[in-house]
């Protein structure tokens, strides 16, 4: 059955497999970022409301979720920005209470996070992944085209604050938008803007589908390790677009590795490789190559980019 408010499930890159679910009408946003996949917001608004009916909302979610769907995450996403949606909360607490073995993600532009009764609302949520795109004043009305009354200065102090005080996991995503975001002055001040947020993951992202303005283009691989040599000192960070990277986390035994896993770390050290080239070299087939490389990359060992000729794996090279 097709729903009107709930979509998916579907592979996210970020989130595993996450349900969707959209909470504003197309396109509700209050911001109209130059980037954004849902194309140009028609709807530039700040008022809180229930801009699709919550009860309806609901319904449609736990008839797809009485299924017992295998979910990483229930998702609020979609049109536009679902803070906006005043019934938010409602949506919560009936998963939480209802449906609680499944974990709540919300993407989110973050410009109400300064709200103490949103607050309230979203704080049962498991992860918040708000965004920060500009380091200044100047790059926020280039890349995110805010509502008049929205100020660079107040989101800061409110998501600085938010993500200090929340007992949610957040995520902090950064979009790279070459020529208006990353000089050096501005990976610059993005270090010193994120630093004080205390974080424990920044996500970097850069266009992978067309946006609204036809002049942005993705940053490459090397544009986004130069953010990335930049606040892995302090950071986690991962890279989720065209380009995919992960901070190695924690210590690897190489003894521990299994034979396969060691014969395609040495390859993809000495040069990078497509699935069909580690099929050739390794003799086995991608079904069994894939979740070798997938268990790599989340362990950081590997990182992968989107060319011409199909995607290659290699291993992490920014470092001097």
Not at 285 to 299: A, H, Q, T, Y
């Amino acid at each position: 059955m097709i729903k009107q408010y709930v979509f998916g499930p579907v592979a996210s890159r970020r989130l595993g497999i996450s349900l969707g679910v959209d909470l504003v009408r197309p396109k509700t946003c209050s911001l109209n970022c130059i980037y954004c996949e849902a194309k140009e917001t028609t709807d530039l608004t700040l008022e809180r409301k229930e801009y699709v009916p919550i009860d309806a909302v609901i319904a449609e979610l736990d008839e797809v979720l009485r299924t017992k769907p295998e979910l990483d995450y229930i998702t609020f996403s979609g049109s536009g920005e679902p803070t906006l949606n005043s019934g938010i909360g409602r949506v919560v607490s009936f998963l939480k209470e209802k449906h609680p073995e499944y974990r709540i993600c919300l993407l989110t532009n973050g410009f109400a996070l300064g709200d103490r009764q949103l607050r309230s609302e979203i704080e049962p949520v498991d992860l918040i992944v708000p965004s920060l795109d500009a380091s200044n004043a100047e790059e926020f009305e280039v890349i995110n085209r805010p509502h008049p009354d929205l100020k660079f200065d107040g989101f800061i102090r409110d998501l600085t604050d938010f993500c200090r005080t929340t007992k949610s996991l957040v995520h902090l995503e950064l979009f790279i938008v070459p020529g208006v975001n990353d000089s050096d002055e501005s990976i610059a001040r993005f270090v010193e803007l994120i630093r004080p947020m205390r974080v424990p993951l920044v996500q970097l992202n850069t266009l992978d589908r067309p946006g609204v303005v036809d002049w942005i283009r993705p940053s490459t691989a090397g544009n986004t390790r130069r953010f990335i040599a930049a606040l892995e000192p302090f950071v986690p960070v991962e890279a989720v677009g065209p380009f995919r990277y992960r901070t190695q986390t924690i210590a690897h035994d190489p003894s521990l590795f299994t034979g396969a896993e060691k014969r395609i770390l040495d390859l993809v050290s000495r040069r990078p490789a497509t699935v069909a080239d580690l099929e050739v070299a390794l003799n086995r087939p991608g079904s069994e190559i894939n979740p070798i490389l997938e268990k790599l990359f989340k362990s950081g060992l590997v990182e992968i980019e989107k060319q011409q000729r199909g995607t290659f794996y290699s291993a992490p090279h920014y470092k001097k």
